[in-house]
């Protein structure tokens, strides 16, 4: 008598939600997510839940991600360290999750940098931009006490903070 087929314990979509919540991806970030990659998907081919190398670049492009080459060559690297071609959507995803939180901090800190700005995103911190922050909370600090602040978070060059000097004190705050 032949032995009888094994069926899976569990179909591995149960599997990808699990891992996109321990991602902390909502449900739509992974519907996103999959449908970037599923666009390069060639289920007759190779299955529905792998792509080419090759496509990976056009897959992150399609979540908003124009990657650098160096970044490219660290992620293939990363998920497919063997040069076989192939990546699996679980990688895929894992990268993707890493990549969107990024950008969600990098959002988080140009509207941080643009309150203490005025709306500006670009320019430098200075002191009249603290002096306005402080007057808005109604806190009563000394020129001397927000050109210290200044000082500091530019590392001693100057009283003006540029948004990677800020970036860099809202780390050491653990606010990133």
């Not at 032995?3 to 991602?23: D, E, F, G, S, Y």
């Not at 040069?83 to 950008?103: C, H, N, P, Q």
């Not at 806190?139 to 000082?151: A, C, G, I, Q, S």
Request: charged share 35%.
């Amino acid at each position: 008598m032949p032995p009888k087929k094994r069926t899976p314990a569990a179909p591995p979509k149960k599997k990808t939600v699990k891992l996109a919540q321990n991602l902390a991806l909502s449900t739509e970030e992974e519907r996103e997510v999959r449908q970037a990659f599923e666009y390069f998907t060639d289920p007759d081919e190779l299955g529905k839940d792998v792509i080419q190398t090759k496509d990976l670049r056009k897959a992150f492009s399609g979540l908003g991600f124009d990657l650098s080459a160096a970044e490219m060559r660290d992620i293939k690297e990363t998920i497919d360290p063997d040069d076989e071609g192939l990546i699996t959507y679980d990688l895929f995803l894992e990268v993707a999750a890493m990549k969107m939180k990024d950008r969600d901090k990098n959002e988080e800190l140009d509207k941080a940098f643009s309150l203490f700005t005025g709306g500006d995103t670009d320019g430098p911190m200075t002191l009249q931009h603290l002096k306005m922050v402080a007057k808005a909370l109604n806190e009563n600090v000394t020129d001397d006490t927000l050109k210290d602040m200044l000082r500091e978070a530019s590392m001693g060059n100057g009283l003006e903070v540029n948004k990677r000097d800020f970036e860099d004190v809202m780390k050491r705050a653990g606010a990133l």
